[in-house]
């Protein structure tokens, strides 16, 4: 087949442009050819524009993977559009890959006739072996079914920079920005935003500063002056609300969602956790806002980290722990501590995909039952579950409201795909979030004690309000004294207690105060025709690809109709009124199928399931295709 060449300028003339309305382009290479920055600045540039974005970083599990293979390769997916989008996309409409692996390992999402741009430099021989390859890819005809050009990026990049006497290393450092400025040309993007930020980056090293600018330019001139190219693309401005926006991902959200309740509840904020990808960033973004009264501490281990939290919350601030799949197990027996005392408490579960270490980078759902019934005894907490990285804010506002409401550990299982995913978040004004009340005991105030006749009250730690919640005594507090602990305590006076009796009576009590929590969450909403023959029902990060699915299926005149699960346990009051109103629920999950179990138990629904357990988010065509075969039955 023909191979382009960017290599040769052409007379300049004006390149027509072609308008389409969206795009999903990925950016992929070995993990050290900065594939994440350039695709985080093409992110950044397209919501400057005014585009609305989704999108998908792909980072490799191997911390040091051998340069050049399979394991190491890095990807970074952005999704952008003049339309509202709710997924970072589902085949690719233009592939840069650095090098073969990133090839072989991204070539099967390009679509049909897409555009594979490739740093032809890369494909030596032995880069080739590591990847697999036994015959070079760009010499066969395995490509032809794309629109290929093989560009020289490495050695027009070390062009650009060569009056700035780098080392060979410094030079092909700034191939990322090269790759970025073709694929700014391509679709007619600002070099302006990308400038500005080297500016402010390299500050204090102007030649790596002049480099990375030189890079970016020069691979934007090229695709202006090569005949390779006969196109380029034009994503319109979207039409977004009127705001204030910045880009956020999942795990800045949480973050944020934490102080703002922190600040609305009028408590300090305790972070403690020990590291895990993907939670880890959650602590780089809170040891950050100390000036809000956020105080973190990373432990030596995840055992350590979550009894810190509760030690907090027994003295008054609200304890939050922040972990994966793998910390929960560890944390388990400290959770039955919370649940036992009843203390507020939240932890933050980062899924990913597992057993034991499995698939640390990756994203799956697959926490679900560990959540629900991971910890011995009969032990329930409250279980949110966020839908798109900007939702994880208000999630974790509502998971501190819930915890301090209700006196309970409140379990917020967030994953991967939202953890690192970004969209564009209209800010709330401050002074419109909701406050959150704190009600401490006070001494010898509100019925919690009795006389112990010599005239001084005795403080009653499980006398319980309307809702079965007990009272939050801080230590220290005159007249307050109490116990509280691992062991069974008896109803009201907390006095450590083996009736059997009162510890069915506190198990049930438990449960129920958990099962209170309906009442005050709202019902579940169901977006279509309110019965018909397919109810979608999903959870957590499969929101976008779900509610994109069943618009196009509504869109062609299908009865489906979507609902999605932000609270698990317990779910909304009229969960069981919604299911029974069509004739088929499909749950769409990245497990093998818990939300599924959950439904059938509760409900006695005989739901479908469809599930996905390769670390990967669902595309959108997978769900479609799905509600075309439920419907067929």
């Not at 191979?3 to 950016?27: F, Q």
């Not at 021989?125 to 794309?146: E, F, M, R, T």
């Not at 956020?294 to 601030?317: K, N, P, W, Y």
């Not at 709330?428 to 704190?438: E, F, R, S």
Request: charged share 20%.
């Amino acid at each position: 087949m023909t191979v382009a060449n960017l290599s040769t300028p052409r007379s300049h003339s004006p390149i027509p442009v072609e308008e389409v309305t969206e795009a999903t382009i990925r950016l992929a290479g070995d993990s050290g050819d900065g594939m994440q920055l350039a695709g985080t600045q093409f992110m950044q540039t397209s919501a400057m524009l005014g585009n609305d974005i989704s999108t998908l970083p792909d980072f490799p599990a191997e911390i040091r993977a051998p340069a050049g293979t399979l394991a190491g390769v890095s990807g970074f997916q952005i999704h952008f559009s003049s339309t509202e989008i709710h997924t970072p996309g589902d085949q690719l409409n233009t592939l840069v890959a650095m090098n073969p692996a990133a090839l072989k390992s991204n070539l099967k999402d390009l679509e049909p006739g897409g555009i594979l741009i490739v740093n032809a430099d890369a494909f030596a021989a032995g880069d080739l072996h590591k990847a697999g390859y036994s015959v070079n890819p760009l010499q066969d005809d395995s490509l032809k079914g794309y629109r290929l050009f093989a560009v020289s990026i490495t050695k027009l990049n070390r062009e650009a920079v060569s009056e700035l006497k780098l080392s060979t290393r410094e030079a092909d450092r700034c191939k990322n920005f090269f790759a970025l400025g073709l694929v700014y040309w391509l679709y007619e993007r600002s070099l302006e935003p990308t400038l500005k930020w080297i500016q402010s980056k390299f500050a204090k090293n102007p030649s790596v500063r002049e480099a990375n600018a030189r890079a970016l330019k020069a691979g934007y001139n090229y695709g202006d002056t090569t005949e390779a190219m006969p196109v380029h693309y034009r994503v319109s401005k979207a039409a977004i609300a009127p705001g204030r926006y910045r880009k956020i991902t999942g795990n800045e959200a949480l973050a944020i969602g934490l102080v703002a309740a922190s600040k609305q509840a009028n408590l300090p904020l305790v972070y403690s956790t020990y590291p895990i990808t993907p939670a880890s960033d959650i602590l780089h973004q809170l040891a950050e806002l100390k000036r809000y009264g956020v105080r973190t501490l990373q432990a030596e281990d995840e055992i350590a980290a979550i009894g810190a939290a509760i030690g907090a919350s027994f003295a008054g601030a609200l304890g939050v722990t922040g972990t994966s799949g793998p910390g929960i197990c560890l944390k388990s027996e400290a959770i039955g501590l919370a649940v036992m005392t009843e203390l507020p408490l939240v932890i933050v579960d980062v899924q990913r995909g597992g057993p034991s270490t499995g698939l640390p980078t990756k994203t799956e759902q697959a926490d679900l039952l560990q959540a629900m019934f991971g910890r011995n005894g009969e032990c329930p907490a409250c279980i949110l579950a966020p839908c798109s990285p900007s939702d994880c804010f208000h999630i974790a506002f509502e998971a501190v409201r819930l915890a301090v409401g209700f006196m309970t550990p409140v379990f917020v299982l967030s994953d991967g795909y939202l953890a690192n995913g970004a969209e564009p978040w209209p800010i709330p004004d401050p002074a419109k979030l909701p406050q959150i009340p704190v009600r401490f005991a006070q001494a010898h105030v509100g019925g919690n004690g009795t006389s112990n006749g010599n005239g001084e009250t005795v403080f009653h730690p499980y006398e319980r309000d309307a809702r079965l919640v007990r009272p939050w005594a801080v230590p220290g507090t005159p007249g307050l004294e109490h116990r509280i602990g691992g062991l069974e305590k008896e109803d009201v006076t907390g006095n450590v207690s083996y009736d059997p009796a009162n510890h069915e009576h506190m198990i049930r009590t438990r449960a129920q105060k958990i099962a209170n929590i309906a009442n005050d969450i709202p019902e579940l909403s169901v977006v279509g025709p309110a019965e018909g023959d397919v109810l979608v029902l999903g959870w957590g990060g499969t929101y976008g690809s779900i509610v994109t699915a069943c618009q196009r299926a509504q869109r062609k005149g299908l009865k489906v109709a979507h609902a999605h699960l932000r609270y698990l346990n317990p779910m909304p009051r009229n969960t069981g009124e919604v299911l029974k109103r069509y004739r088929k629920v499909l749950i769409p999950e990245l497990n093998g199928g818990q939300l599924r179990m959950l439904i059938r138990a509760t409900h006695l629904i005989d739901a479908i399931g469809l599930n996905k357990i390769q670390g990967k988010p669902f595309l959108v065509g997978e769900i479609e295709a799905k509600i075309a075969e439920v419907l067929k039955y």
